[in-house]
């Protein structure tokens, strides 16, 4: 949701189970892909620690964001106030490109 000082930040409801595991567990891996069949997908893992940063850059995330002012259009101070900033500091990463013969894969430190 937000890419800053060399960071990432995600913002989930206190409320949700999916917070609590998080922030339980301070290792965290982030997946992505883009495919259409195997052979045709290219995707990366980014590892890091995570750690609950309460409500800073929430404003900047809801700038950044528009639909979230859509998603909370009913009560978004209440939302503001609801939602808890993950700060995920990444330690290395790995791409890994299918679409290519041969497979290009690389691996980055941070």
Do not use: W
């Not at 495919?35 to 309460?54: A, E, H, Q, V």
Request: net charge negative; charged share 25%.
């Amino acid at each position: 949701m937000l890419n800053k000082n060399s960071k990432l930040y995600i913002a989930t409801s206190s409320q949700n189970p999916f917070f609590q595991d998080l922030i339980n567990q301070p290792k965290v891996i982030i997946n992505g892909y883009k495919r259409n069949g195997t052979m045709d997908s290219c995707g990366f893992s980014i590892r890091g620690t995570i750690k609950n940063i309460n409500h800073q850059y929430i404003d900047e995330i809801f700038e950044k964001n528009t639909y979230l002012n859509e998603i909370y259009a009913d009560d978004i101070e209440a939302a503001k106030e609801d939602l808890r900033v993950l700060e995920i500091t990444p330690q290395s990463a790995d791409y890994l490109d299918h679409r290519t013969t041969p497979i290009f894969m690389r691996k980055f430190e941070f």
